[in-house]
């Protein structure tokens, strides 16, 4: 089992910055590739980013390429997503997730959730 616990959510204008944070627990971090994704009101959730276990390799949602930045660091088992350049299509609630294999494969742990409110 892997516990996933999301921070780092609140409301901030369009053009601004947030850090979302992703603390791990259980079975190893290291183990697993990482992924973001996103549920907006009244949408299916969709995938933002995917790191996979090593760092070596990181994947984007052609909506979020060239702004948002998805990290690990595996000393504090903790999963990353800075977010520059918000736009309120950004709004949502975000989730992190740990899988075995990478991107497009179902990750197989999901946090709680964390809200994204971007603000025109």
């Known amino acids: 089992q892997v516990q996933l616990v999301e921070s780092g959510g609140g409301l901030v204008q369009a053009g601004g910055s947030l850090r979302l944070s992703c603390a791990a627990s259980g079975r190893t971090f290291t183990f697993y590739a990482m992924d973001w994704f996103r549920q907006a009101p009244g949408k299916e959730r969709e995938f933002v980013a995917a790191?996979?276990?090593?760092?070596?390799?990181?994947y984007y949602a052609d909506s979020v390429k060239g702004r948002f930045t998805i990290s690990r660091d595996d000393a504090k088992n903790t999963l990353y997503l800075q977010m520059n350049s918000l736009k309120p299509e950004d709004t949502a609630v975000y989730y992190c997730?740990?899988?075995?294999?990478?991107?497009?494969?179902?990750?197989?742990?999901w946090g709680q959730g964390t809200q994204v409110t971007v603000s025109s």
């Open positions: 790191i996979n276990w090593s760092g070596g390799s990181t």
């Open positions: 997730a740990a899988a075995r294999r990478i991107y497009p494969y179902e990750p197989d742990y």
